[in-house]
């Protein structure tokens, strides 16, 4: 963390490139059989190139390729979109997800246990029989956008590199007082639209943010935490 960037580090495209390598083997599909590729991640290498274009050239893939950036909440927007993407007809979307984190945080503040370095990758697939989403919600707050991120202007300004501006930083003003209400009332909004109840839950996968947070989400939800998957305490955020 902190140190500056160079060609031979490892960037967030060496790492989906891999994940997506072993995703697609996984699968048994080949490149040819991709019909979209979302990318996922907020540390892209690149100051204007999609990751998912250079993804989709490493890759072998012919197909629509696009990145998304909303947070947080990016990996369930993908998997929303390519859901839809195979209503429409696809028979495969590769989301490739990941962050070099470390770059951006600063090793002089406790910001610097706020994430980590990975790569991750998923192929949604058609369906032969009754699997599919059940249901989902998605949606955007931007009142709160500003709070959290790296705020330097891009491209760099002298300025904001002399005040370290290009570090993550985290505020809360009001931020996590709204999180908890949703906490509440994202799942009852499911529930509602799924039909199906906290006891027809098998495994819930909440934001893992902080060990605070997923008992709460595990709490709201009404789903013990035995069902509530934990990845902090080996991997972190």
């Known amino acids: 963390?902190?140190?500056e960037n160079s060609p031979e580090s490892l960037t967030t495209?060496?790492?989906v490139a891999a994940a997506s390598t072993d995703a697609m083997a996984n699968a048994g599909i080949k490149a040819s059989d991709v019909d979209a590729l979302i990318a996922v991640t907020i540390t892209s290498p690149f100051y204007t190139t999609a990751v998912a274009a250079r993804l989709a050239h490493v890759l072998g893939v012919q197909a629509p390729a696009f990145d998304l950036r909303t947070g947080c909440a990016t990996g369930i927007f993908a998997l929303v979109i390519a859901a839809q993407l195979i209503e429409g007809g696809a028979r495969h979307v590769l989301i490739a997800a990941g962050d070099t984190t470390s770059k951006i945080l600063d090793p002089t503040n406790n910001t610097v246990y706020a994430g980590g370095d990975a790569g991750s990758a998923i192929v949604?697939?058609?369906?032969?029989?009754?699997?599919g989403m059940i249901a989902h919600y998605i949606d955007t707050d931007g009142t709160f956008?500003?709070?959290?991120?790296?705020?330097?202007l891009m491209p760099p300004t002298s300025a904001d590199l002399a005040a370290k501006r290009y570090y993550l930083e985290y505020?809360?003003?009001g931020k996590e007082a709204m999180l908890d209400r949703a906490w509440k009332r994202i799942p009852d909004e499911l529930y509602e639209r799924s039909g199906?109840?906290?006891k027809d839950i098998t495994c819930y996968v909440p934001h893992q943010a902080a060990k605070r947070q997923l008992?709460?989400?595990?709490?709201?939800?009404?789903?013990?935490?035995?069902?509530?998957v934990n990845v902090l305490g080996e991997y972190g955020n």
């Open 1 to 3: 963390p902190g140190m």
């Open 13 to 15: 495209m060496d790492l």
């Open 124 to 131: 949604v697939s058609r369906s032969t029989g009754s699997a």
């Open 145 to 152: 956008s500003a709070q959290t991120g790296v705020p330097g």
């Open 171 to 173: 505020k809360d003003e």
């Open 196 to 198: 199906l109840t906290a």
């Open 215 to 228: 008992e709460l989400a595990a709490r709201e939800a009404g789903i013990p935490e035995a069902r509530t």
